[in-house]
T-cell receptor, first 113, second 113 residues
């Protein structure tokens, strides 16, 4: 089983500030996903990271993967209110070939004007 | 492009009853995974179907079962409902399985009374 830990669990930040969410996982994972969930809504796919050193950026969000450290980060640049949501990371087991994801507990982000 | 469709969106059942939830994946996607989301346990993997075969199974009791049809639509069944089964049930669809993006449906909110 893959254990995925996110921190912080709760994050309150001011608009315009930068911050990073950390995702540590317990054993080898060959892929790491980031999702966003708004209250009462489903999960929206943000990033798929498949190799060591992978970095992906979309708008104010940038995700990276370090498989040796078993760490993925989601960096938020110049936060805006619209980014308020819960962010989840999820990993898949190696060498499992299916789509069995192990999710972190989520980071609830609130951006304050 | 149509997304992942789950029906029904909301369901209220009585303890001891059984329930069937449906998930229609994105056209062309052959992998369907099911997850249970609760405030206490977070997102937990139930099972995954690929080409009508169960490929992975999570740690849930045998009361939880599923199947996939030749058109990739999937159903999940929960028998002898318990209060603790109250949750948001999400399904995710992806094209070939490993490493591809998984798209989630809006979920079915099940309340057991």
């Amino acid at each position: 089983e893959l254990k995925v830990e996110q921190n912080p669990l709760f994050l309150s930040m001011q608009e315009g500030k930068n911050y990073t969410i950390y995702c540590n996982y317990s054993t080898t994972s060959d892929r790491l996903y980031w999702y966003r969930q708004d209250p009462g809504k489903s999960l929206e796919s943000l990033f798929v990271l498949l190799s060591n050193g992978a970095v992906k950026q979309e708008g104010r969000l940038m995700a990276s993967l370090d498989t040796k450290a078993r760490l993925s980060t989601l960096h938020i640049t110049a936060a805006v209110h619209d980014l308020s949501a819960t962010y989840f990371c999820a990993g898949g087991l190696t060498p499992n070939t299916g789509n069995q994801f192990y999710f972190g507990t989520g980071t609830s982000l609130t951006v304050i004007p | 492009k149509a997304g992942v469709t789950q029906t029904p969106r909301y369901l209220i059942k009585t303890r001891g009853q059984q329930v069937t939830l449906s998930c229609s994946p994105i056209s062309g996607h052959r992998s369907v995974s099911w997850y249970q989301q609760t405030p206490g346990q977070g997102l937990q993997f139930l099972f995954e179907y690929f080409s009508e075969t169960q490929r992975n199974k999570g740690n849930f009791p045998g009361r939880f079962s599923g199947r996939q049809f030749s058109n990739s639509r999937s159903e999940m069944n929960v028998s002898t409902l318990e209060l603790g089964d109250s949750a948001l049930y999400l399904c995710a669809s992806s094209s070939t399985g490993w490493g591809t993006e998984a798209f989630f449906g809006q979920g079915t909110r099940l309340t057991v009374v």
